[in-house]
């Protein structure tokens, strides 16, 4: 079936917004229609809503939030721009960057507030690159449960989710104008659904391999980590259309998954005063620069694979994680009483371990800066027993997407906006730039949960102001 549909056939149903997709962008898109007085409908793929946002660790950052202020945390959106944008070298699409930070602190504040999402703050380590800790997560600081609750606010809100189905082609005018969208049911029927105005909530394109080795080669053959549904819908539907695209090439990596159990360590174990080793027990980088292009850094290494090496202290600190609670039910997280133990158990001449463990450890009763160019300083030592993970690099989703404006409304390649379309969350542009370094941690549910919110919003007024 063509992408684009440009017929006059009629539609079996007409909604006034439809939202394509069911993770944090869509069902957050669903709320602020709702709130802005039309009733949307979400169409969601999966039988149960879950997306990239399940697999996800389920924290955004946000600034200035009621939270932050109950844990004495002072911040600003100014500042969190400013880490946003230092991360990014520069690159960040500074009109999403504008209306995300800005738009951050008041998000948490509501889906708290109006949506009895308890956030709190992530107050006992910091994530590379932010200045104030300001990354927001529900009790288990999970993504599923984040996802559950958003699913839980849209149902009590009396809203329309249709799952199992998926979106194959959407129906337009020759000037760009979306009129509705065709849906494939698990039977194999079709539903033809009309709609004034056409949310795209539905991700980036990591599931696609194709797309994957055209826009980012280095990490196509590498462990993908998102959901298999993000298949590059939006940005192929917003290309037929005339729509810009933007950062193409940027992404969220992720070194740190544990192999070969496929569980997601926190990066906590790194900040906190861990290292990273390859197989032959010897650091290879900066660990400090952060965790989305440790995915590169890592994959660098034989055979793909490093070994995370922290201590109980840190194990501490990351099992407020679910996903760590996971890895050592698991067996993924070992233990040792000695760097001898620890060597034997790593399969490493004991000698390197206790080389590469006392550099370290020299190196954090000095302050220091070692020769990657990673600060040392005010980190304890590491003391027995010793932990370790083996990990390796994955994709986690991509961060180019469709060229939004400030209201989320899709740009042509001009500059001109599409009449009725929006993108949010992996359909559209993020502000990470071009490149894996320019994540700074949270970016993905970051624009997923502001911009869905924006573009709910506006979709609704728009249709609300049609005659």
């Known amino acids: 079936m063509p992408r684009i549909l440009s017929d006059d056939l009629p539609f079996d149903l007409t909604v006034p917004v439809a939202i394509v997709g069911g993770g944090a962008a869509g069902l957050c898109a669903a709320l602020a229609a709702r709130e802005a007085g039309i009733d949307p409908v979400v169409f969601e793929r999966d039988a149960l809503p879950q997306g990239s946002t399940a697999l996800s660790a389920g924290l955004i950052p946000a600034a200035g939030t009621a939270a932050q202020r109950a844990a004495g945390i002072a911040d600003s959106a100014a500042s969190f721009a400013h880490d946003i944008q230092a991360k990014a070298h520069g690159a960040a699409d500074p009109a999403v960057l504008e209306v995300v930070t800005a738009g951050a602190g008041p998000a948490i504040d509501w889906l708290t507030e109006r949506h009895g999402l308890a956030f709190t703050v992530i107050a006992d380590f910091s994530y590379p690159g932010h200045s104030a800790r300001r990354m927001h997560g529900l009790a288990s600081r999970a993504g599923s449960e984040l996802i559950d609750r958003l699913r839980a606010a849209v149902e009590s809100a009396g809203i329309d989710i249709v799952t199992g189905a998926r979106v194959e082609a959407l129906v337009?005018?020759?000037?760009?104008?979306?009129?509705?969208?065709?849906?494939?049911?698990?039977?194999?029927?079709?539903?033809?659904?009309?709609?004034?105005?056409?949310?795209?909530?539905?991700?980036?394109?990591?599931?696609?391999?194709?797309?994957?080795?055209?826009?980012?080669p280095a990490l196509k053959d590498a462990l993908y980590f998102g959901h298999p549904g993000n298949q590059g819908d939006a940005v192929l539907w917003g290309e037929a259309l005339g729509a810009g695209l933007r950062h193409m090439s940027g992404h969220q990596g992720h070194g740190s998954v544990a192999h070969p159990h496929g569980i997601l360590v926190s990066w906590a174990v790194i900040m906190e005063g861990g290292c990273q080793v390859n197989t032959a027990g010897e650091r290879f980088w900066n660990e400090a620069s952060g965790y989305s292009e440790a995915a590169l850094a890592v994959l660098g290494q034989p055979g793909?694979?490093?070994?995370?090496?922290?201590?109980?202290?840190?194990?501490?600190?990351?099992?407020?994680?679910?996903?760590?609670?996971?890895?050592?039910?698991?067996?993924?997280?070992?233990?040792?009483?000695?760097?001898?133990?620890?060597?034997?158990?790593?399969?490493?001449?004991?000698?390197?371990?206790?080389?590469?463990?006392?550099?370290?450890?020299?190196?954090?009763?000095?302050?220091?800066?070692?020769?990657?160019?990673?600060d040392w300083s005010g980190l304890p030592d590491l003391v027995p027993p010793y932990c370790a993970v083996k990990v390796?690099?994955?994709?986690?989703?991509?961060?180019?997407?469709?060229?939004?404006?400030?209201?989320?409304?899709?740009?042509?390649?001009?500059?001109?906006?599409?009449?009725?379309?929006?993108?949010?969350?992996?359909?559209?542009?993020?502000?990470?730039?071009?490149?894996?370094?320019?994540?700074?941690?949270?970016?993905?549910?970051?624009?997923?949960?502001?911009?869905?919110?924006?573009?709910?919003?506006?979709?609704?007024?728009?249709?609300?102001?049609?005659?």
Not at 309 to 338: H, K, M, P
């Open 172 to 216: 337009a005018t020759p000037e760009g104008r979306v009129r509705g969208l065709v849906a494939t049911r698990p039977d194999g029927s079709r539903e033809r659904i009309g709609c004034a105005a056409l949310v795209l909530a539905c991700n980036g394109y990591g599931g696609n391999k194709d797309l994957v080795a055209e826009h980012i």
């Open 304 to 374: 793909g694979i490093a070994w995370d090496l922290f201590d109980a202290r840190i194990a501490g600190i990351a099992r407020q994680f679910e996903d760590f609670r996971r890895a050592e039910a698991a067996g993924a997280v070992l233990q040792a009483e000695s760097m001898d133990e620890l060597a034997a158990r790593l399969s490493i001449p004991p000698q390197v371990i206790r080389a590469t463990l006392e550099s370290v450890a020299d190196l954090k009763r000095r302050r220091g800066t070692d020769g990657f160019g990673r």
């Open 392 to 467: 390796t690099g994955a994709l986690f989703h991509t961060q180019g997407g469709l060229a939004v404006d400030g209201t989320a409304r899709v740009l042509r390649t001009g500059g001109a906006p599409l009449p009725n379309l929006f993108a949010a969350g992996g359909a559209a542009v993020g502000v990470s730039g071009p490149d894996a370094s320019g994540y700074l941690s949270g970016n993905g549910l970051l624009t997923a949960v502001v911009l869905g919110r924006i573009a709910g919003r506006e979709a609704a007024l728009l249709v609300s102001a049609e005659p």
